[in-house]
């Protein structure tokens, strides 16, 4: 079965920190561009951070920038979301994302595959 299972969220005090880890079964993500969205409860959906199949180019919005680290493990098949000094407006669903032949990473449109979404909360 072709799927990504996001895991590792939950909810965390301001400032804390939580890793999100992105699992890919039925394919491989090398040759793919790998990324995060997220979604809050009335708000639009945003992209977070992604990577493209080298490595070589990464995005990130501008509000995680300095406190999110994106990174990806082809040899394991795996994506991983790193979130430091989290805040209250970092609340939302994370979702993990996969695409061949993507022309702008901000657009989920291009994304081939998507993950079923982990909650991650900041709240005290």
């Known amino acids: 079965q072709v799927q990504l299972v996001e895991s590792g969220g939950g909810s965390v005090q301001p400032g804390g920190s939580l890793t999100l880890y992105c699992t890919a079964s039925?394919?491989?993500?090398?040759?793919?561009?790998v990324g995060w969205f997220r979604q809050a409860p009335g708000k639009e959906r945003e992209g977070v951070s992604f990577i493209d199949p080298t490595e070589s180019a990464d995005y990130y919005l501008d509000s995680v920038k300095g406190r999110f680290t994106m990174s990806r493990d082809n040899a394991k098949n795996t994506v991983t979301l790193q979130m430091s000094s989290l805040r209250p407006e970092d609340t939302a669903t994370y979702y993990c994302?996969?695409?061949?032949?993507?022309?702008?990473?901000?657009?989920?449109?291009?994304?081939?595959?998507w993950g079923q979404g982990a909650q991650v909360t900041v709240s005290s």
């Open positions: 994302v996969a695409g061949r032949f993507v022309y702008d990473v901000r657009d989920g449109k291009y994304y081939d595959y």
């Open positions: 039925g394919f491989k993500l090398d040759g793919y561009v």
